[in-house]
């Protein structure tokens, strides 16, 4: 079974600053992953997904995300934080074999102080 | 951009009324999703549907859910009989494969029963 457990429900950063949003998973097979965002009143939008090449990925609107098997990690981040980013963000991973059934973290609300 | 689009964004419903709820995929788009998030909770996967058939589907997809695609471009999800928990976010998806094509989330249809 997977699972994904993303650290922090609500985070809070001042604009220009540095986004890391936490994500840990469990897979018992090398697992494809994925973030995604949730703008207000909007449909989940995918940002990234690691998929078995490159351990960093690149996304949307200069995200990026690390993936280190070690730490069964896949946290995301940004360098510097603009207003716009405001939104909540999904962890997702899903077995390569299992047809896009995605298993979803809780979420992580990202407010950005002016 | 093609879109995934729900109708409506918003259903109230009586307790033990049957719900049609509406999703137009994306037109090349070939696998089809429904996901529900409760207020609070996890999104979770509801069923996936390929060829004219489910493919996979949670213990949440009881008997009470059916999905359908009637035409070459509607994929519906009814649920037959609602309950005071089915109250929820429900997001259609679409993607070009079953493999990691990403998947392409509608806004929603947020589902109220009372």
């Known amino acids: 079974a997977q699972s994904v457990t993303q650290l922090g429900s609500h985070v809070s950063v001042s604009e220009g600053a540095l986004v890391l949003l936490r994500c840990n998973y469990s897979?018992?097979?090398?697992?494809?992953l994925f973030w995604y965002v949730q703008y207000p009143n909007q449909g989940l939008q995918l940002l990234l997904k690691?998929?078995?090449?490159?351990?960093l990925v690149k996304g949307i609107n200069g995200f990026e995300a690390e993936f280190k098997k070690s730490e069964t990690s896949f946290h995301l981040t940004k360098p510097s934080a603009h207003m716009s980013d405001a939104a909540e963000y999904f962890c997702?991973?899903?077995?390569?074999?299992?047809?896009?059934?995605?298993?979803f973290g809780q979420g992580t609300r990202l407010t950005i102080n002016p | 951009e093609p879109e995934v689009t729900q109708t409506p964004s918003h259903q109230v419903t009586q307790m033990g009324q049957e719900v049609i709820l509406r999703c137009v995929p994306i037109?090349?788009?070939?696998?089809f999703y429904w996901y529900r998030q409760i207020l609070g909770q996890k999104v979770e996967f509801l069923v996936s549907?390929?060829?004219?058939?489910?493919?996979?589907k949670s213990e949440i997809f009881d008997d009470q859910f059916s999905v359908e695609r009637p035409d070459g471009s509607n994929f519906t999800l009814k649920i037959r009989s609602t309950k005071l928990e089915d109250s929820a976010m429900y997001f259609c998806?679409?993607?070009?494969?079953?493999?990691?094509?990403?998947?392409?989330f509608g806004n929603g249809t947020r589902l109220t029963v009372t």
């Open positions: 998806a679409s993607s070009e494969a079953g493999d990691n094509s990403p998947l392409h």
């Open positions: 897979s018992s097979v090398p697992p494809y």
């Open positions: 690691y998929t078995s090449a490159a351990t």
């Open positions: 997702a991973v899903s077995d390569p074999q299992g047809a896009q059934k995605l298993v």
């Open positions: 037109s090349n788009h070939l696998y």
């Open positions: 549907f390929y060829n004219n058939e489910i493919s996979e």
